[in-house]
């Protein structure tokens, strides 16, 4: 006998936390470990028959719904969920080959009963029997007169009635009535009847959308539990592995889908996401996150669109996608609430709810619908197209900072090294100090400024590019002083209206000459007709233009010889910059761009444009 759980040496008791993948496994390894010849759970014994068959469809999750009579058009329900304790215990008993008895309390109208319990994933470091007698000062007694207090008793005497028929018994309840049962085990309290006017519960099938109202884990979580199992594969650290799972699977559709453009989700920051995911969940009293904190996450430290795409994902739950069940009806699940096949909204009420749900609030940014893309591009006018002033900001700041790095990198290919003499200069020259260590002299590093400025800047964001990837290649102008003008290849924007007016396009590569002047379009120029690609012509075009002597190249490959060679034809010089320099994550924003089909339509071009971090 457990001295810390068991009523009796043949009343074995498993309490648990509802709607917990952590319980459940619990439940099932305590059960395959132990001999019993019943196992007991706390719902009506009208329940038996359709549970039983909605555990017998598993994976596919149904739910057992019961009409609530004293309560007009209210139902209760118990939702058969593969990551729930109950279902899990008479899973497996059904698969020994176990008796089953039902011994809840038979009413026409549950009242629920709600407390606040700490994070189950505590069962992985400590042993049941702590975990719950951590609890018993927390934990509320019932009301003498409630429904609960005589939901205890009825519990209480079933299972001394089990006693004479079984000689060893299972039973699996609330950890929020397990020492009430115990008491009332013990006592021998007055019983109530069964109330035989309840109503009879029947199977309904919800939909995919809905599963997130009806599972205790999220509905991807809960299907890799189920692969896992049928594969026979460990799951005890599933409750980690399925939120990692989950974030690769929601940036790997992200990242192929075409509204994303191609952007990358890089380890890196997978990373502060998940840093910022444990904060969040520390900061909330938990140890295991739930979607409100992936998302926010996700939209703080990617975008929307992750958050978004983590939200769908957490939904994904392939086997919902089989055909149903003959002769079930199909039933939709919300917060509170069910809509039946007749379209009627009944309050509704969870008998195995484990952590209770709240609606939180967090803004999202959802793709415009294909139909009212197909309008705005209807509506598109092609003789008005401008730029997004923010984003002419960032490019601008950028690359006022790229022309700082060439400047430096100048300076360091000019310095040179002499003899410590009165003067420390520009610092010791550590490598030439070392190189010379046997004369005893010391070398100082002399840094000469740099003579002349760059006025062009090229970026490369991909070499070699496709050509059918990035066919609009156009030549903008500059609004103001402040601006560059800017040559580029990049998407069509025209692909990918994401509002009235606004177009959303990607940089294959650019060129930015500041301080601005016009020059004619490079695209249509003859002059550089020879180039073979459509970078070569980019390059060539600011070799030619340009008044300094040097022109910066940022790229993910050094110059080609080809490349130097035209260099050498206009007397330039090329500044090779690795793109790797510079963080994946910031040229990844900057590459991405919106074209605006009018000045007029950059007074409401915010409320469509989605931040990208």
Same mark, same amino acid.
């Given at each position: ?72 058009s ?132 919800p &939909? ?15 299907n890799?539990y ?8 460990? /799951?005890a ?14 940036? /790997? ?44 996450? *996700? ?10 795409a ?9 086997? $919902?996608?089989?055909?149903r ?10 917060? *509170? ?16 709810? &484990? ?14 619908? !294909? ?18 002033? !923010? ?7 950028f ?11 100048? &300076? ?11 003067s420390?200069k ?22 000469? !400024?740099?003579?002349g ?10 070499? !070699? ?33 994401? *509002? ?42 600011a ?29 330039? $010089? ?29 007074s ?10």
């Amino acid at each position: 006998m457990n001295a810390v759980l068991d009523f009796s040496p043949r009343i074995g008791v498993l309490p648990i936390i509802y709607g917990s993948a952590d319980f459940a496994l619990e439940v099932r390894r305590r059960l395959r470990a132990t001999q019993y010849d019943c196992l007991a759970v706390a719902l009506p014994a009208s329940f038996a028959a359709p549970v039983e068959r909605g555990i017998e469809l598993l994976p596919r999750v149904t739910v057992t719904v019961q009409q609530e009579l004293v309560v007009d058009s209210a139902v209760n329900y118990v939702p058969i969920d593969p990551c729930q304790g109950v279902i899990a215990g008479l899973r497996e008993a059904m698969d020994a080959d176990v008796d089953r008895a039902y011994v809840d309390l038979e009413t026409p109208h549950y009242e629920p009963f709600g407390t606040s319990l700490p994070d189950p994933y505590a069962l992985k470091s400590v042993i049941l029997e702590r975990f719950v007698a951590a609890l018993l000062p927390a934990l509320q007694a019932p009301d003498p007169e409630s429904q609960r207090a005589a939901r205890i008793a009825r519990m209480a005497y079933e299972l001394h009635r089990l006693e004479l028929d079984y000689g060893q018994v299972m039973f699996i309840c609330s950890v929020s009535d397990w020492p009430w049962l115990r008491q009332a085990y013990h006592t021998r309290r007055p019983y109530p009847d069964h109330d035989r006017s309840a109503a009879m519960p029947e199977l309904r099938w919800p &939909g995919e959308d809905d599963l997130y109202f009806a599972l205790g884990e999220l509905p991807f979580v809960t299907n890799l539990y189920e692969h896992r199992r049928a594969e026979l594969m460990g /799951d005890a650290s599933m409750a980690v592995d399925g939120v990692k799972s989950l974030l690769l699977e929601a940036r /790997d559709r992200l990242v192929a889908s075409a509204e994303y453009g191609g952007r990358e989700i890089t380890p890196q920051t997978l990373s502060i996401l998940l840093q910022y995911v444990r904060n969040m969940t520390l900061l909330d009293r938990r140890l295991t996150p739930d979607l409100y904190h992936l998302a926010l996450a *996700g939209k703080q430290v990617v975008g929307d669109d992750f958050a978004l795409a983590v939200v769908e994902t957490a939904r994904d739950y392939p086997p $919902q996608r089989m055909p149903r069940a003959a002769g079930l009806e199909e039933m939709r699940l919300g917060l *509170g609430a069910t809509v039946d096949a007749e379209g009627e909204r009944r309050p509704c009420v969870n008998r195995l709810e &484990g952590v209770p749900l709240v609606w939180r609030s967090l803004p999202l940014r959802p793709p415009p619908p !294909p139909r009212d893309q197909e309008r705005w591009q209807m509506q598109w006018d092609p003789y008005g197209q401008c730029s997004y002033p !923010p984003e002419d900001q960032r490019v601008e700041s950028f690359q006022q900072h790229v022309r700082e790095q060439a400047r430096l990198m100048l &300076g360091q290919d000019l310095a040179r090294s002499e003899k410590f003499t009165a003067s420390l200069k520009d610092g010791l020259d550590i490598r030439e100090t070392l190189r010379n260590w046997h004369t005893g002299n010391i070398y100082v590093k002399e840094m000469p !400024p740099s003579r002349g400025t760059v006025e062009i800047v090229v970026f490369l964001f991909e070499s !070699p590019t496709d050509p059918h990837k990035y066919p609009w290649r156009t030549t903008w102008y500059a609004e103001h002083k402040a601006e560059s003008t800017l040559c580029f290849f990049a998407t069509n924007f025209a692909d990918n209206i994401i *509002g009235p007016g606004i177009g959303q396009a990607v940089y294959g590569g650019c060129s930015l000459m500041f301080p601005p002047r016009p020059i004619p379009d490079i695209w249509q120029d003859p002059r550089f007709d020879e180039a073979i690609t459509a970078e070569e012509r980019l390059l060539t075009a600011a070799l030619y233009h340009s008044k300094e002597k040097r022109v910066v190249l940022v790229s993910p490959r050094p110059p080609l010889p080809r490349w130097r060679r035209i260099a050498k034809k206009y007397k330039k $010089q090329i500044v090779y910059i690795p793109v790797k320099r510079f963080s994946l994550q910031t040229l990844d924003r900057l590459r991405h761009f919106h074209v605006l089909n009018g000045h007029e339509v950059r007074s409401y071009a915010a409320k469509y444009i989605r931040d990208f971090r």
